[in-house]
């Protein structure tokens, strides 16, 4: 996995911001892995998060429930943007010349999530 100042594609910023202003990561190698997934969105986010069952295709001005607390995006879906309101405002673009493969967000609870467009999204939840 290369380290989290790396660039991603589909990410507005020329560099990730650190874990405590937000995460945005690469996952690809395990993407396909959501035992992993959680694993990682639990070290980044520390909280016990369960991944979603399945994928969710985002709609226009779509507002994301505060619960989610960490986002998969699958860049290579239908052009869209993720975007996160917080402290700083974090930007994933996704379409089909963006590339391939999977970025996971971090999303704090004070910070609010709007969707542009139709990413393919699977959301991360608190475990009850």
């Known amino acids: 996995m290369p380290p989290p100042t790396d660039k991603i594609p589909g990410v507005a910023s020329a560099e990730l ?3 405590g ?3 945005i990561i690469r ?3 395990i993407a ?3 035992r992993k997934l959680e694993e990682k969105a639990k070290e980044l986010s520390g909280e016990d998060l369960i991944i979603d069952a399945q994928e969710t295709i ?3 001005f779509q507002r994301i429930d505060r619960p989610v607390r960490a986002i998969l995006i699958r860049i290579h879906s239908d052009t869209g943007l993720i975007r996160i309101y917080g402290r700083s405002i974090r930007v994933v673009a996704t379409g089909p010349d963006r590339g391939v493969g999977f970025a996971m967000a971090v999303v704090r ?3 609010d999530t709007i969707v542009h467009g139709h990413p393919s ?3 991360f939840h608190q475990r009850r």
């Open 58 to 60: 985002g709609k226009p």
């Open 109 to 111: 609870p004070d910070e």
């Open 32 to 34: 396909l892995n959501d």
């Open 27 to 29: 996952v690809d190698e």
């Open 21 to 23: 202003e937000g995460q």
């Open 17 to 19: 911001p650190s874990i």
């Open 121 to 123: 999204m699977r959301f």
